[in-house]
């Protein structure tokens, strides 16, 4: 078992700069012009409200950690943030109970299955795994904060606006329909209820669920929020301190790992950035240090991530130099005039 011994020692953060402002503007807007005319996907149908999307919406937004941000095209646009909430659910609960609690309460592994699967619940004994699955995102919003379920929703739409930096609505509209048809998330509750893993009622667990995955957000405001977690949780806009750096620590390694669903490993392989997708066709990609990536289009692709806002956010990852596993050589000059240090 891997234990937080590092906790206790002075942690030291690797980070680095984007390019200057002209040239980030440039390659966001050709990273949009590259891919939006591209028609691969479908618009989800599962929830009903979501089936009637335009498919030809497309933002994308770059928010950098010193507060400028680049926008272009459908960037603001309002949609429902759906499982994108998930990553700053975490990192409020990380913030209200602790690094050690949420862990052993909530889990940190891959389960390699669906978003919604109760296979899932039912192969690690009623354990949900990690935040970033229907199972485990019940079980943190359960541990929300508040003596009521009406407390409990009012901290989470009150902690997630102030990582957007302004103050977020719910679709009524999206919430119903999303209650008329959630039965399976029912069924999840009532499965981690009857294993011990939820310590709420499990029916206002899944109502306040179901309202956090119907707030409006922008691909802008997608982007503000990345950056928040990507500058030690000071909101770059704001100034605001949303969570602490080791919160935001603690959410982008459960992003990097599960953030994408079960194609997470494929996603890092790729484009080596923490990220999270929602069905209604959002994704928030990170680069510590640096800021983040919103982006909106509705295609989806069969595993719910968004086509064009995955190519985008592939494109700006190379050009800007956000790859957390890319590296250069040390010249030759580096190398021989650091030799004191063996």
């Known amino acids: 078992m891997i234990t937080s011994e590092s906790e206790s020692v002075d942690q030291q953060v690797s980070t680095g700069h984007l390019p200057a402002w002209g040239e980030v ?5 050709a990273a949009f012009e590259r891919y939006r005319r591209l028609d691969e996907g479908e618009v989800a149908d599962y929830i009903p409200i979501l089936a009637d999307a335009d498919p030809s919406l497309f933002g994308l937004s770059v928010s950098e950690v010193n507060g400028a941000t680049h926008d272009i095209g459908d960037s603001g646009h309002g949609f429902s943030i759906q499982s994108v909430s998930k990553a700053f659910l975490y990192a409020l609960v990380c913030e209200a109970h602790g690094h050690a609690f949420v862990k052993e309460r909530v889990g940190v592994n891959n389960t390699g299955l669906a978003f919604n699967s109760v296979i899932a619940v039912e192969l690690n004994d009623g354990h949900p795994m990690n935040p970033m699955v229907n199972a485990g995102a019940l079980s943190t919003t359960a541990l929300m904060p508040g003596a009521t379920a009406a407390e409990q929703w009012e901290f989470i739409r009150t902690g997630l606006s102030a990582f957007a930096g302004r103050q977020l609505v719910m679709d009524g509209e999206v919430y119903a329909s999303e209650m008329a048809t959630n039965s399976r998330n029912k069924a999840i509750a009532r499965l981690l209820e009857s294993y011990g893993h939820l310590n709420a009622d499990p029916l206002e667990t899944v109502d306040i669920y179901t309202r956090q995955c119907a707030l409006l957000v922008t691909a802008h405001d997608l982007a503000v929020m990345g950056a928040t977690l990507a500058d030690g949780g000071v909101n770059p806009v704001t100034g605001e301190q949303v969570v602490s750096p080791e919160v935001c620590r603690d959410t ?10 079960e194609r997470s490993g494929e996603w890092l392989f790729e484009i080596g950035l923490p990220a999270k997708s929602g069905v209604a066709g959002g994704i928030v990609a990170v680069a510590p240090g640096k800021g983040a990536i919103g982006a909106f289009s509705p295609r989806l692709n069969s595993a719910g991530n968004s ?8 494109y700006l990852s190379r050009a800007l130099g956000l790859n957390l596993f890319a590296s250069h050589a040390t010249p030759p ?3 021989a005039a650091n030799d004191h240090r063996a």
């Open 25 to 29: 503007e440039s390659l966001t807007a």
């Open 307 to 314: 086509v064009r806002g995955q190519r985008a956010i592939a």
């Open 252 to 261: 982008l390694s459960m992003l990097a790992a599960s953030g994408m669903y």
């Open 333 to 335: 000059t580096e190398r």
